[in-house]
């Protein structure tokens, strides 16, 4: 079966720290995906990336970047200079590779950034 | 970018009585799916839909819960006899499939049990 932790219930920041989001995964297959979403006060949920197992490679999108360790099964997800308009509850996400895009998400991590 | 429907964003029912939830996914996508979300809970999985069967199911989904593609643009949960419980928010979603990245995710139907 599988399994997402986000050890993070909450964590708040002060504008232009830096903060890093952990999720750890656990899953049988070989080849996987690893998702990130944003779910804002507004409630809707906003892709922010995928990764799959084969792809370790570490991802920078402006100021959010991405460290995917398959030794660690870890999948951290790091905002610079983070903002005001950054905080919300954010998703890591996990599915096979079938397609199927059936989801289990972690608990979330709830990010809130003071001015 | 293309956008799933979903409707209506807040619904109100009694216990026991039978709601439908309607979302409208991007055209030409192949594969539809529930999610639900109980308040300050995380997502779960329900079900998931393609070439008009369920293709995958998780616990939660048991029978009460139904999904409908009745006309090749709408997508439907009818929950048949709800209950306090199901007081969640409901995401559908859609994918492409062909390997693209991205599962579109509606903006939520909320539904509240009373």
């Known amino acids: 079966a599988q399994k997402v932790t986000q050890a993070q219930t909450e964590i708040s920041v002060v504008e232009k720290e830096d903060v890093t989001l952990d999720c750890v995964y656990e899953t049988r297959d070989t080849t996987y995906y690893l998702f990130w979403y944003k779910q804002p006060p507004s409630g809707e949920l906003v892709f922010l990336i995928r990764?799959?197992?084969?792809?370790?490679q570490n991802e920078i999108s402006g100021r959010y970047s991405w460290n995917f360790q398959k030794s660690t099964s870890s999948f951290n997800f790091t905002i610079t200079a983070s903002q005001v308009v950054d905080s919300a509850v954010y998703f890591c996400?996990?599915?096979?590779?079938?397609?199927?895009?059936?989801?289990?998400f972690g608990s979330g991590t709830r990010l809130q950034v003071q001015p | 970018e293309p956008e799933v429907t979903q409707t209506p964003s807040h619904q109100v029912t009694q216990m026991g009585q039978e709601v439908i939830l309607r979302c409208v996914p991007i055209?030409?996508?192949?594969?539809f799916y529930w999610y639900r979300q109980i308040l300050g809970q995380k997502v779960e999985f329900l079900v998931s839909?393609?070439?008009?069967?369920?293709?995958?199911k998780s616990e939660i989904f048991d029978d009460q819960f139904s999904v409908e593609r009745p006309d090749g643009s709408n997508f439907t949960l009818k929950i048949r006899s709800t209950k306090l419980e199901d007081s969640a928010m409901y995401f559908c979603a859609s994918y492409p499939g062909q390997g693209r990245e991205k599962l579109f995710f509606g903006s939520g139907t909320q539904l509240s049990v009373l």
């Open positions: 996400a996990l599915s096979e590779d079938t397609g199927r895009r059936a989801l289990t």
């Open positions: 990764r799959n197992s084969f792809d370790e």
């Open positions: 055209s030409n996508h192949l594969y």
């Open positions: 839909f393609y070439n008009n069967e369920i293709s995958e």
